[in-house]
C-alpha cells in the first residue's frame, strides 16, 4: 500500500501505511523504512527521515536503496541548492551536519 500511494505522491497515506506496515511486520523489512524516510524527505520532516534511512541498511545492508541512505547528507545538500531560501534550511542543515559526524566517527 504505501508503495502504491508513493508512486501517486500521497506521502501522508504513504507515512500511515507505512506505519501500518512496520507495526505488523516488527519493522523487520528495510524497504518499509527505506520508503518511509523517503515519504518523510519529501514532506521534509528531516528527523523522521533521517531515522528511517538509518533503520533501513541496519536490517540489510545489501538492500540496493541502502546506498541512498548513506548518502543522505548529498540529498540534503542538493536540497539546499535547489532551494536556497528554504524556510528551514537550519533544521536541514541540522541534520546534514549531524549525519556527517556520524559517519566521519566510522
Known sequence: MAEVLHGLQRFEGTITGAQQAI????????????????AYFTLQNWD?????????????????????????PKWYKEFLRRNPSASDRS????????????????
Open 48 to 72: 523522521f527521515a533521517q531515522q528511517n534511512f538509518d533503520k533501513a541498511p541496519e536490517l540489510d545492508s545489501k538492500m540496493p536503496a541502502a546506498v541512498y541512505c548513506g548518502d543522505a
Open 23 to 38: 507495526q505488523l511486520s516488527d519493522g523487520k523489512f528495510a524497504r518499509i523504512h527505506f520508503r518511509l524516510g523517503s
Open 91 to 106: 533544521n536541514v542543515e541540522a541534520s546534514t551536519n549531524a549525519l556527517l559526524s556520524k559517519t566521519s566517527a566510522f
